[in-house]
């Protein structure tokens, strides 16, 4: 039965549950062809104002929000792995002395392959990181030369080696399909070679030819061919049949797990619980007000910007001190954060649809209501009876709620049916 979240006397949503804590390092060797994230080639001349700025931001963050607790951490970007040695460790060390850091956090670095040596291996060990997300992208070398990678598949495998002999036992490795130029060959070919790695953790993405880069020009200039969606849905099913039969559990659309190793960062994204972002560009989420509606906000993306104004910051936290409740305004006053925006309550009924729903494992509508206040089985009763009828919805029970398996190839479609007034 539905119960609408009720309080009137104090904040419904508090930090006590802890928060996740993602770090943007805006750093890479080179810029991939197709990548449209916000880091840079060419600017490490600034790593140390970088430094600097992002210990200033942590540990501001830490004084206005009261020293939370942090259940993971996430150093992506960008390529963490590509900093000077000695700064995971610094950034990691910052983070220990400002927050709580759950005994078990989860600490996730993203790493190049290259950059995996054994000496950055172990440093990265030393320095407190738990996991490690590797960007494999592909075991063909000619589509790893296409996507401007600067790794071959035995260089990607051999990191992935020295990872385990520095003692790490979760490891993440992402792959891209749907690449032009790439057959069903090649792509078996890639999920048997990675298998055989047997890491903890795959992430699987279909390639998206991003706005102003360059893999988006040589398409429409016609000097790589279109890819083809078809070919991609078929690649997409070839990797959920050989990664069942491989033991691995299909947990969220893109992402697949040994038992009991999903990634706890992204699953608090999907759970939609608090997160704070540090870092050129990062973006947070935290509780507001008294019907705890997610303030989302975002980091000034220039480096050099977001450093002068990192330093600002620190000067204002340690006048304001301790924020007496986190609000959109106190938010929208910190120096560093570039903008920001509560979200009413059809954007709230949305994202908790699409967030749940991203997760196999689908949701449990009542208590999603509960959490948000918003009755959502009410509000889309209708969206819900046609998903349903058109088999792209499957109900357990009364109120648990999922994708159906044909569904998960067109779960964008999905979800833009829960965004109706
Ligand atoms: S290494 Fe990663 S973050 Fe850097 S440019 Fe390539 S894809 Fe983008």
């Known amino acids: 039965m539905f119960q609408p979240a009720q309080s009137h006397d104090h904040p419904a949503f508090t930090l006590d549950e802890?928060?996740?804590?993602?770090?943007?390092?805006?750093?890479?060797?080179?810029?991939?062809?197709?990548?449209?994230?916000?880091?840079?080639?060419?600017?490490?001349?600034?790593?140390e104002d970088f430094l600097t700025a992002v210990i200033r931001e942590i540990t501001a963050w830490s004084v206005v929000l009261g020293r939370p607790t942090v259940n993971t951490i996430f150093l992506g970007g960008g390529t963490p792995s590509y900093l000077p040695d000695g700064d995971v460790a610094r950034i990691?060390?910052?983070?220990?002395?400002?927050?709580?850091?759950?005994?078990?956090?989860?600490?996730?670095?993203?790493?190049?392959?290259?950059?995996?040596?054994?000496?950055?291996?172990?440093?990265?060990?030393?320095?407190?990181?738990?996991?490690?997300?590797?960007?494999?992208?592909?075991?063909?070398?000619?589509?790893?030369?296409?996507?401007?990678?600067?790794?071959?598949?035995?260089?990607?495998?051999?990191?992935?080696?020295?990872?385990?002999?520095?003692?790490?036992?979760?490891?993440?490795?992402?792959?891209?399909?749907?690449?032009?130029?790439q057959s069903l060959d090649q792509w078996q070919d890639t999920v048997a070679r990675v298998v055989s790695l047997a890491p903890e953790h795959l992430s699987l993405y279909s390639l998206t030819l991003e706005e102003g880069t360059p893999l988006r020009r040589w398409v429409q200039q016609g000097?790589?061919?279109?890819?083809?969606?078809?070919?991609?849905?078929?690649?997409?099913?070839?990797?959920?049949?050989?990664?069942?039969?491989?033991?691995?559990?299909?947990?969220?659309?893109?992402?697949?797990?040994?038992?009991?190793?999903?990634?706890?960062?992204?699953?608090?994204?999907?759970?939609?619980?608090?997160?704070?972002?540090?870092?050129?560009?990062?973006?947070?989420?935290?509780?507001?007000?008294?019907?705890?509606?997610?303030?989302?906000?975002?980091?000034?993306?220039?480096?050099?910007?977001?450093?002068?104004?990192?330093?600002?910051?620190?000067?204002?936290?340690?006048?304001?001190?301790?924020?007496?409740?986190?609000?959109a305004d106190r938010i929208a006053a910190v120096p560093t954060v570039d903008g920001s925006e509560v979200s009413d309550e059809?954007?709230?009924?949305a994202e908790t649809m699409f967030l749940g729903l991203r997760l196999l494992d689908g949701m449990d509508i009542a208590a999603a209501s509960a959490r948000t206040g918003i009755d959502l089985s009410d509000r889309y009763r209708q969206e819900l009876a046609e998903l349903k009828e058109d088999g792209l919805l499957v109900w357990e029970g009364d109120t648990r709620l999922r994708l159906a398996e044909e569904a998960y190839l067109v779960a964008n479609q999905v979800f833009t049916r829960f965004l109706v007034e």
Not at 284 to 308: H, I, M
Not at 346 to 349: F, L, S
Request: charged share 20%; with cysteine.
């Open 18 to 47: 802890g928060i996740s804590l993602y770090v943007h390092v805006p750093f890479c060797l080179s810029k991939c062809p197709y990548c449209d994230f916000n880091t840079y080639q060419g600017i490490e001349s600034q790593f």
């Open 92 to 181: 990691l060390d910052a983070i220990a002395r400002n927050y709580r850091v759950s005994d078990d956090a989860e600490i996730t670095a993203e790493c190049n392959p290259n950059d995996l040596i054994p000496e950055k291996c172990a440093e990265i060990r030393a320095a407190g990181i738990n996991r490690v997300s590797i960007g494999v992208q592909s075991m063909d070398n000619g589509l790893l030369a296409m996507l401007g990678r600067r790794h071959d598949a035995d260089e990607a495998a051999e990191a992935l080696e020295r990872c385990r002999r520095a003692g790490f036992d979760n490891v993440n490795l992402d792959l891209m399909y749907g690449l032009p130029q």
């Open 223 to 327: 000097r790589l061919p279109e890819p083809d969606p078809d070919l991609a849905a078929d690649m997409y099913e070839h990797a959920r049949a050989a990664l069942a039969a491989a033991g691995y559990h299909h947990y969220e659309i893109s992402n697949w797990t040994l038992p009991g190793l999903g990634s706890e960062h992204n699953l608090a994204y999907w759970r939609d619980l608090q997160w704070v972002g540090v870092g050129p560009g990062a973006h947070s989420s935290l509780r507001v007000g008294d019907a705890g509606s997610a303030c989302r906000f975002w980091t000034v993306r220039s480096p050099r910007e977001y450093a002068r104004l990192a330093r600002d910051w620190e000067m204002n936290a340690a006048q304001a001190g301790l924020w007496p409740a986190v609000s």
């Open 346 to 349: 059809a954007t709230t009924a």
